[in-house]
């Protein structure tokens, strides 16, 4: 059984910063350290941070007044900053450098008086951190589906913007927006687009490694948006594919017969889970055969000068 690791995986320079802030926070104030939503969503990483002393929350008012709370990778609404600075509380954003050009994106079209379309999947804390960015008036419209872009109504169609969640799968966006520029031919979108360069080039990774592949595992948790995008393309392109938080997740049954495993990890995902998954599959028989790589990632992402 070969084993077919896929490169770049894991951690992007986006979750990297948003763990060294909880970490870097704890180091220099102690605990507790709130964290508003999980910082990243990958259980192994916010059960690491819990045991360091960070304390994840749902919502400000479960924050005692005058703490330090950290704001997680991705992003917050205007109102959520508003009642923190009302509160005195002590904030370090660790939103993603690439989720907050996208409420940027908002912020002007709300000021330029244009309507604006986010393509994205509704319940998702980046979906309504992007959501609160707009607050005049009902100018903002949620697509999840081609269906839903297909029927969607605005009051002014030659005023018009779309923006996109940063996680999302490159093919069932661009066929979004294919269908609103049809649609709706003034409308306008980003010069560049939105899902962000980690999420394009591991989704890259996949689409070259899959075809070979009988079987592709991607490690990365289920709420994470970007490892469930990767397990839905090696699917499509023929594979048995399946998310696993770690090596207790696989399942011997599964590789029964299989020639070729392809491995990747979604962005929020550590290195250390994918090698166990690796030394798992290597003690059922596997040989690792191959490394497909892809793009390299140069990107950094400073931190907050207090902190650095």
């Known amino acids: 059984m070969h084993l077919v ?7 992007c320079a986006g979750v990297d910063r948003a763990i060294a802030i909880v970490e870097q926070a ?15 969503h990958n259980r192994f990483v916010v059960e690491g941070l819990e045991s360091k002393g960070a304390v994840f929350i749902d919502e400000l008012d479960q924050v005692p007044d005058g703490s330090i709370v950290i704001f997680s990778a991705h992003g917050v609404s205007r109102a959520v900053r508003r009642e ?39 319940g ?7 959501q609160g960015q707009y607050e005049s008036g009902d100018g903002m419209y949620l697509v999840e589906s081609l269906e839903q872009a297909s029927k969607l109504e605005v009051r002014n169609p030659e005023e018009l913007s779309f923006v996109t969640q940063t996680t999302l799968s490159m093919d069932d966006t661009l066929e979004i927006i294919e269908v609103l520029r049809r649609r709706f031919p003034a409308i306008s979108g980003p010069k560049k687009d939105d899902i962000c360069y980690a999420t394009q ?3 890259d990774g996949v689409k070259r490694a ?12 289920r709420n994470s948006s970007n490892s469930n995008r990767l397990r839905e393309i090696a699917e499509k392109m023929g594979a048995a594919a399946y998310l ?17 495993v392809g491995i990747t990890a979604g962005a929020s995902a550590p290195e250390v889970l994918v ?27 400073s931190l907050p000068a207090e902190l650095a």
């Open 5 to 11: 690791l896929v490169s770049p995986r894991g951690f």
């Open 26 to 40: 704890l180091e220099r104030f102690g605990a507790p350290i709130y964290v508003r939503h999980e910082v990243v």
């Open 84 to 122: 923190a600075a009302a509160r005195d509380l002590r904030v370090f954003d660790a939103t993603c450098p690439l989720v907050t050009k996208v409420h940027s994106e908002v912020g002007r079209h709300e000021r330029s008086n244009r309507e604006c379309i986010l393509i994205g999947h509704a």
């Open 124 to 130: 998702h804390p980046e979906v309504e951190g992007t």
């Open 201 to 203: 080039n591991r989704q």
């Open 210 to 221: 899959a075809p070979e592949c009988d079987v592709f595992v991607v490690v990365g948790s």
């Open 244 to 260: 696993v938080d770690d090596a207790e997740d696989l399942r011997k049954e599964w590789f029964e017969g299989v020639a070729a």
């Open 275 to 301: 090698q166990g998954v690796l030394e798992r599959l290597i003690s059922w028989g596997g040989e690792i055969a191959d490394e497909v790589r892809g793009k390299a990632e140069r990107v950094r992402f």
